[in-house]
């Protein structure tokens, strides 16, 4: 998957935004509930794009087994990996670990702000 589709899929999730991260101008933010699930590198790493996703810790394990592209954060926690986009992981897997991600970020959510995010309406992609 591209960086431009990988974008744009992000933006499908309901209710998610975009900004440039105010600590480095070289990276897009997409939050949901002003939350962010998403990293985007906006200048390739070794000619590649990545994005940082959240994920449930035994799922991170299983998908840094299968895939090359999927790798550790630096502080080697299972919370969040690193996806190289146009890699072994296939367009259809990065887009539901993109969902996973903001599923991860609504469930830590206040139950409150988790209803409010269910009454959202949707976007489809």
């Not at 101008?25 to 390739?44: A, D, N």
């Not at 991170?60 to 990996?81: A, H, Q």
């Amino acid at each position: 998957m591209n960086i431009e589709d990988f974008r744009e899929y992000c933006l499908s999730v309901k209710g998610a935004t975009e900004s440039i991260s105010l600590q480095n101008h070289k990276i897009l933010v997409c939050k949901v509930m002003e939350k962010v699930f998403v990293y985007i590198l906006l200048e390739p790493e070794d000619g590649l794009f990545k994005a940082y996703l959240k994920c449930n810790p035994d799922r991170s394990v299983e998908l840094r087994e299968k895939y090359n592209g999927i790798n550790p954060d630096n502080f080697k926690t299972f919370l969040w990996n690193w996806v190289t986009l146009e890699s072994d992981v296939p367009d259809e897997l990065i887009k539901e670990l993109v969902l996973h991600s903001a599923e991860e970020v609504i469930q830590k959510l206040p139950r409150k702000k988790q209803i409010e995010y269910k009454e959202l309406h949707q976007i489809k992609y």
